[in-house]
């Protein structure tokens, strides 16, 4: 018989796309076999590195604070979101959010990765794209 599980954000651990991520739903702490789910705060001047999942796809929840993410190939698009925006990245796309705010932002990120690390790819090359 499988369990359910309840978690609370409580400890953090660095992700290698360069943010902390609050614990959240995964295969490591829930048993999850298909999904993760966890709580990002990014503070203000907050970056990430330019990654894309490999193969997982990617559903973003803003809750509170603005930030935009570049995203493309060649990191030519620009979204912003805000509180209530709910954004969708396909598997294998390129992106980087960063908050250029002076507030922090704050979003449930959810990705169909149970491990939620082990598709990231890093991509540096893509770094120079995005204006510091």
């Given at each position: 018989m499988t369990d359910c599980k309840k978690l609370r954000p409580g400890g953090t651990y660095d992700g290698k796309q360069g943010f902390s991520?609050?614990?959240g739903i995964a295969?490591?702490?829930?048993?999850?076999?298909?999904?993760?789910?966890h709580l990002l705060t990014v503070p203000p001047?907050?970056?990430a590195r330019a990654h894309k999942h490999a193969t997982h796809?990617?559903?973003?929840?803003?809750i509170s604070g603005?930030?935009?993410?570049?995203?493309?190939?060649r990191l030519e698009h620009c979204m912003e979101t805000g509180p209530g925006d709910m954004i969708y990245i396909p598997a294998d796309v390129p992106h980087l959010p960063l908050n250029d705010g002076d507030e922090p932002a704050v979003a449930v990120i959810a990705r169909t990765d149970p491990h939620e690390q082990?598709?990231?790819?890093?991509l540096?090359?893509?770094e120079a794209l995005v204006p510091a």
């Open positions: 991520y609050f614990e295969k490591e702490t829930a048993g999850a076999q298909g999904i993760c789910m001047g907050g970056r796809e990617t559903a973003i929840y803003v603005r930030a935009k993410m570049y995203w493309g190939e082990e598709s990231v790819v890093l540096p090359e893509l």
